[in-house]
Antibody, heavy 118, light 107 residues
Framework: EVQLVDSGGGLVQPGGSLRLSCAVS????????MSWVRQAPGKGLEWVAD????????YYVDSVKGRFTVSRDNAKNSLFLQMNSLRAEDTAVYYC???????????WGQGTLVTVSS | DIQMTQSPSSLSASVGDRVTITCRAS??????LNWYQQKPGKAPKLLIY???SLQSGVPSRFSGSGSGTDFTLTISSLHPEDFATYYC?????????FGGGTKVEIK
């Protein structure tokens, strides 16, 4: 069974950092683009970042460039999102999902809530 | 950035109704258009990929059409479990972008 399990969310103060993780099983992780998508409370979906199979290409939405870093460990079937200089507007449920450029997002993790507040 | 505009933003319908949701891209995206369904508190679920291909396990009452800039998601006969929010998404170029969503509610 294909499964993505998100973790690492929590409450953090503005300006703080957090590292999200996504543990993957049930498919050959190293052969897929992977992405992070977020959803602010009561709002729509927003793609945040994606990463190529070997990690050689990474793309970000403008609002997180220079603050967030996506990475992966193909040996451990894991995807990561390092989030620095967090702002209130980064408050959202963050989902990891398989897919990226020229493809589609399927399946999705269950999501992990990040709350940025003092 | 490519803007994705969905309409309507919400609709009320009855079980058995035919429902059509449209999605317009601000520039051509060929057939790089996907549709998702999301229920409250749950992760989105892929319904249609590449504009018109039905994802495995998705009921055949869902269908997608279009290419270029104009796309449509159709539910041929609404079932109770179809009341949800639907999003379109372009995968033609980064930043990958979603439509604002269409909430399908019970009339």
């Amino acid at each position: 069974e294909v499964q993505l399990v998100d973790s690492g969310g929590g409450l953090v103060q503005p300006g703080g950092s957090l590292r999200l993780s996504c543990a993957v099983s049930g498919f050959t992780f190293s052969t897929y683009w992977m992405s992070w998508v977020r959803q602010a409370p009561g709002k729509g979906l927003e793609w945040v970042a994606d990463i190529k199979q070997d990690g050689s290409e990474k793309y970000y939405v403008d609002s997180v460039k220079g603050r967030f870093t996506v990475s992966r460990d193909n040996a451990k079937n894991s995807l990561f999102l390092q989030m620095n200089s967090l702002r209130a507007e980064d408050t959202a449920v963050y989902y990891c999902t398989r897919g990226g450029d020229y493809s589609w997002f399927d399946p999705w993790g269950q999501g992990t809530l990040v709350t940025v507040s003092s | 950035d490519i803007q994705m505009t969905q309409s309507p933003s919400s609709l009320s319908a009855s079980v058995g109704d035919r429902v059509t949701i449209t999605c317009r891209a601000s520039q051509t995206i060929s057939s790089y258009l996907n549709w998702y369904q999301q229920k409250p508190g749950k992760a989105p679920k892929l319904l249609i990929y590449a504009a018109s291909s039905l994802q495995s396990g998705v009921p055949s009452r869902f269908s997608g059409s279009g290419s270029g800039t104009d796309f449509t998601l159709t539910i041929s006969s609404l079932h109770p479990e179809d009341f949800a929010t639907y999003y379109c998404q372009q995968s033609y170029t980064t930043p990958l972008t979603f439509g604002g969503g269409t909430k399908v509610e019970i009339k």
